[in-house]
């Protein structure tokens, strides 16, 4: 079974921290994504890479960055997070046609 | 760009019954694959179906069918025999290189 594994289930941080987000998987798939879910908009794409240390912006990744420094690993960062950045983020993975998602981690930012 | 559009935002169905989900969708890609996913409450998503545009043969599994209409760009979900472990939010979903999703519709299973 393919297996993607996000580091945190529930965060709380404060406005201006800076937060990491880590995600592994374990089937040596090559593509990774980060999503924010939010209630009425579904997932929105935030970053997604194709191969180590490569990096392509989605549809809003404005005050997020990411790190891919090994195949099976993909962080999201936060920079200074702020509230808006609230939110449900999924991470990710596939080989071929189909996405295989992580539990999710929800994201409070007081 | 690729678009999908889910216009139920909710939807109910009793124990048992039949129901449809649906969706439409934009693209311009000639290759591309259709998803349904399945989001429970608080739970991990998971793929519930697959479709590959050049098959005109609809996808099954189990009590999970599509009803595609490639020309009408349409690709609904039907589930038959609802059980109540099918309560969740249902996300279609387009694919090729990158992903596009809607915004889901709510089942609601009354027992």
């Known amino acids: 079974d393919v297996k993607v594994t996000q580091s945190s289930r529930y965060l709380v941080k404060r406005t201006g921290e800076k937060v990491f987000l880590e995600c592994v998987q374990d089937?040596?798939?090559?593509?990774m994504f980060w999503y924010r879910q939010d209630p009425g908009l579904g997932l929105r794409l935030i970053y997604f890479?194709?191969?180590?240390?490569?990096?392509e912006k989605g549809d809003i990744p404005e005050g997020y960055s990411v790190s891919r420094e090994k195949k099976e690993r993909f962080s999201l960062i936060l920079e200074s997070a702020s509230t808006n950045q609230t939110s449900m983020y999924l991470c990710?993975?596939?080989?071929?046609?189909?996405?295989?998602f992580g539990p999710g981690t929800r994201l409070l930012v007081l | 760009a690729q678009t999908v559009t889910q216009s139920q935002p909710e939807m109910s169905v009793q124990e048992a019954e039949t129901v449809t989900l649906s969706c439409t969708y934009d693209?311009?890609?000639?290759?591309?694959?259709l998803f349904w996913y399945k989001q429970p409450p608080s739970r991990q998503m998971i793929l519930v179906i697959r479709?590959?545009?050049?098959?005109?043969q609809n996808a099954t599994e189990n009590r999970f069918s599509v009803n595609f209409q490639k020309a009408a760009k349409s690709f609904s979900l039907k589930i038959s025999d609802s059980q109540l472990g099918d309560a969740a939010m249902y996300f279609c979903?387009?694919?090729?290189?990158?992903?596009?999703f809607g915004t889901g519709t709510s089942l609601t299973v009354i027992p």
């Open positions: 990710a993975s596939t080989s071929g046609e189909t996405q295989y």
């Open positions: 089937m040596d798939h090559e593509n």
């Open positions: 890479s194709y191969d180590v240390k490569m990096k």
């Open positions: 693209t311009s890609e000639s290759d591309y694959y």
């Open positions: 479709q590959e545009a050049y098959k005109q």
């Open positions: 979903a387009i694919g090729g290189n990158q992903f596009y």
